[in-house]
């Protein structure tokens, strides 16, 4: 069975930096890619990041492009997403996704397995 499990959230000042980790376990397919979303509340599941298997790919949304850095070590089953100059918009919960078929989409129902979530509040 698929596991995605995120860590890293937190409280942090405007301005600061948040570095989230998601650790894959159980078998998602030979290259896979990985997708960062959140969701704020009272607001609808919104595209952060995605990278390819190999790290070549990388896509980002609009408000976070130049701010954050999606990355993975597939050694390690493992996807990142460094945030800096965190801004209060920002926060919201962070699920990280897999996409079997290996390409990045901002579109969710393209990805087949997503973890729990992390918090991420960042304050004025």
């Known amino acids: 069975q698929v596991q995605l499990v995120e860590s890293g959230g937190g409280l942090v000042q405007a301005g600061g930096s948040l570095r989230l980790s998601c650790a894959a376990s159980g078998r998602i397919s030979s290259t896979y890619a990985m997708g960062w979303f959140r969701q704020a509340p009272g607001k609808e599941r919104e595209f952060v990041a995605a990278?390819?298997?190999?790290?070549?790919?990388?896509s980002y949304a609009d408000s976070v492009k130049g701010r954050f850095t999606i990355s993975r070590d597939n050694a390690k089953n493992t996807v990142y997403l460094q945030m800096n100059s965190l801004k209060p918009e920002d926060t919201a919960v962070y699920s990280c996704a897999a996409n079997s078929a290996d390409w990045v989409s901002p579109t969710p129902r393209v990805y087949h397995y997503w973890g729990q979530g992390t918090q991420v509040t960042v304050s004025s």
């Open positions: 990278i390819t298997w190999s790290g070549i790919t990388t």
